[in-house]
């Protein structure tokens, strides 16, 4: 009887687990403290890196670094998740688990529109994928990494690895993260990859995404603090003429402008073969100045008329396996929209929020008669431009609950834009996270440009009309709705009265 019990309670608790478990379209499983409502987390488990980004057939694909049996680093597969306005995604099975011991790093994917690999079927364009193969290092054995394809004919949702893989092998520990993209140019694949030790990046061509031939080299050149990773190589129009230029990204972990991982990038020509930076190889320029934007991945894919969008891991290695999260540890930031700007100081990346980001504005909330105010989300975007001449500094407080809030302001005087989240919640669990971060902006005038985008536990800063971008995470307490404004004038006094016009928008879930 005791038995009969037993059993119908623990099948009962079982039935209650299984309806409790979230599915993809469980909106619930999406609604935590920190969990982003518009940004990409996978439902659960460690995320790092995107991978593979490509649009193919009307659907986006965002593959991403992925351990599918727990929330730490290991294992490492490629999720997937799909999208038609890069806001609402849906995620999918893994696309390419580890297998044999050998994980499957970050890399990329391309669309074989002319079936020049033979992998195509039916007459009709398929989808390859280019990865590192990273078999850890056992006993007196190195690690080794080296470069594969895997395919796909049924738009990425099953994936066949190539049985005569590697592609590339240099019988090297550190040898990562390929990008390919079709050249134009030279009518042929073309493949970035780092050599992280060394502090370069090698460039490969292919006609048929099998066979490799090694075709230039880059670097050392810039920073090179830690080691290069994620590289990426893609062309942008420059504003206000029918010119490009070449932008080549490259990941630096450590040794990121903001300590830990960061990005640089330069820019110049490329003419199928070589990259040449228009710029002295002692310049870095640095594509964020927040400490959480790392291997970001432009998307393949894109039809010539559209702005080149690009994602990254909204994170940093130096406290990515401590983030206080659950049941998901890490995200991605919101796609950018890029371009390249000429400024006084040369030629400059410009990264603003896609603009489909407006079809989740909700509510607009009238700025102009308070100083102060609360939001009942912590999802929203403020614009701002406003005329800093006779300030010293200018500055938002955000996420405000008690004494906790995260600052986003212009110090005048010393000519940078700052994010400050030394008190901005929850920030105890690693000494690399309560910072305040500085960006330089010297503005040609005194108009301030601030575009703020917040999703409960993202704050993303694009100043200067997307010259300066700023990506950093925070963890503030329930009910951190308040948004404050201050100012201080020239002589050191706070300045009283209204803040400036700025538009305020709620910015409703994606889930
Ligand atoms: C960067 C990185 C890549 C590597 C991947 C492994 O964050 O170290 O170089 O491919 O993560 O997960």
């Known amino acids: 009887m005791h038995r009969r019990l037993f059993i119908s309670f623990a099948f009962l608790a079982s039935l209650m687990l299984r309806g409790a478990q979230p599915s993809a379209h469980d909106s619930a499983s999406y609604d935590q403290l920190y969990r982003p409502q518009f940004h990409f987390s996978p439902q659960k488990h460690w995320t790092n890196d995107p991978n593979g980004l490509v649009f193919f057939e009307g659907e986006y694909h965002l593959f991403f670094q992925y351990n599918p049996f727990g929330d730490q680093w290991g294992h490492m597969s490629w999720g997937h998740a799909v999208s038609r306005d890069l806001l609402h995604w849906k995620e999918l099975p893994v696309a390419l688990p580890e297998e044999h011991g050998v994980m499957i790093f970050t890399g990329s994917t391309v669309i074989d529109e002319r079936n020049t690999s033979g992998f195509c079927k039916g007459g009709k364009p398929c989808m390859v994928a280019i990865y590192t193969g990273h078999t850890p290092a056992k006993g007196a054995k190195r690690a080794l990494e080296t470069q594969n394809v895997a395919y796909s004919n049924d738009r990425g949702r099953t ?245 906790a809030y995260a600052t986003v302001g212009y110090d005048r005087s010393k000519g940078v834009v700052f994010v400050d989240r030394a008190r901005s919640g929850q920030t105890g669990f690693s000494p690399a996270f309560p910072q305040r971060m500085e960006a330089p902006l010297h503005l040609a005038g005194s108009v301030l440009s601030l575009d703020i985008v917040v999703d409960r536990s993202s704050l993303e800063v694009f100043a200067d009309g997307g010259r300066i971008t700023m990506t950093n995470l925070v963890f503030p307490a329930e009910g951190a709705y308040g948004l404050q404004f201050y100012s201080i004038s020239d002589d050191g006094n706070l300045v009283t009265g209204p803040p400036p016009p700025a538009s305020l928008w709620r910015l409703r879930s994606a889930h």
């Open 159 to 403: 994936w066949t690895k190539y049985r005569q893989n590697p592609i590339l092998d240099l019988h090297l520990s550190d040898f990562r993260d390929p990008k390919v993209f079709w050249s134009q140019q030279k009518k042929r694949w073309t493949m970035v990859v780092a050599l992280p030790n060394q502090h370069k990046v090698r460039l490969y061509a292919s006609p048929n995404l099998k066979r490799w031939t090694a075709i230039s080299e880059f670097g050392p050149a810039g920073a090179v603090g830690g080691q290069w990773e994620c590289p990426e190589l893609f062309e942008l129009p420059l504003r206000g003429s029918t010119d490009t230029r070449w932008v080549l990204k490259v990941g630096l972990n450590p040794g990121g402008v903001a300590g830990g991982s960061g990005e640089q990038y330069f820019v110049g020509r490329f003419d199928g073969q070589h990259f040449k930076n228009d710029n002295p190889s002692s310049l870095t320029l640095w594509t964020d100045y927040g400490k959480d934007c790392y291997c970001a991945l432009t998307f393949n894919g894109l039809t010539k008329n559209r702005s080149p969008v690009m994602i990254g891991w909204m994170d940093n290695w130096q406290y990515a396996s401590k983030l206080p999260t659950a049941p998901w540890r890490g995200q991605m930031t919101l796609p950018r929209k890029l371009s390249l700007r000429r400024t006084s100081d040369g030629i400059r990346l410009i990264q603003n929020p896609l603009d489909a980001l407006a079809s989740l504005r909700s509510e607009r909330v009238d700025l102009n008669l308070n100083a102060s105010l609360a939001l009942p989300e912590r999802a929203f975007q403020l614009s701002v431009t406003h005329d800093v001449k006779h300030l010293r500094e200018i500055g938002w407080k955000l996420l405000v609950k008690d004494d």
